[in-house]
């Protein structure tokens, strides 16, 4: 890891890798969805609704994902000061931002044909909503710090703050009574059927693809933003 932290050798694995992941998780989204919404029949007891499952849960799964992607960049930016670490904790705000507000707006769809309601302040949708809320700061603090020259620390720490939301979304249908269903699937067990749990998994690991490419390419943007500014700098500084 600390070989690809060289901006040269991240750019040369990133040129190629960006729009195979992209690529790749496009198909595999789309065919996951397709399978999910065309070919799965319909829920015993929530009928046609249950399919929006394919899109909520991978995108909940990635909206946790994108924060522990940040916490875990932020970390090694503070411990190792790899150089590109904090670019990726950036990189990977914006879309787990986009998940997260997904899994929110599909959640409330999903919610009032099956709860009668669209919002409810229980644990799982209060956190999740932190979580949106976390990602918004998260982004202002971000930038607030690149334009006005703070140190990349800041950021850093709040993002390594902000994880201690992730384990209450977690748990949070374990701790507190809720209308959110139980975790339906734990360590070596699941509680969803195989015609269900197997599109589900697909539609996960095809979002997941698509987010690494969106990473990706988010990072090569805004490395190229930094270089063009130290060239701009360097021909200033020459100039005068």
Known sequence: MHGFANPKRFLALARWLTPLLLTS??????AALFWGL??????????????????HVPAAWLGMGG?????LSSMAFLVWRHPLAALAARASAVPGLVF????????SIWGRPTWGTWWVWDGRLTSMLVLAFLY???????QAAEREGVSPRIPAIFG??????????NRSVVWWNSLHQPPSITMGKSAIDAEFLVPLLVAVAGFSLLFGGVVLARMRA?????????RLRRRAMETN
């Open 38 to 55: 065309f070919h799965v029949p319909p829920d015993r007891l929530m009928g046609d609704t249950v399919r929006i499952l394919f899109l």
């Open 67 to 71: 924060w522990t992607a940040i916490a």
């Open 100 to 107: 997260t507000v997904i899994c929110l707006v599909t959640g």
């Open 136 to 142: 918004v700061a998260y982004i202002a603090l971000a």
């Open 222 to 230: 805004l490395l190229a933003d930094i270089q063009a500014e130290a």
């Open 160 to 169: 390594v703050l902000g994880a201690i939301n992730i384990p209450i979304i």
């Open 25 to 30: 998780g496009l198909l595999v989204s789309a």
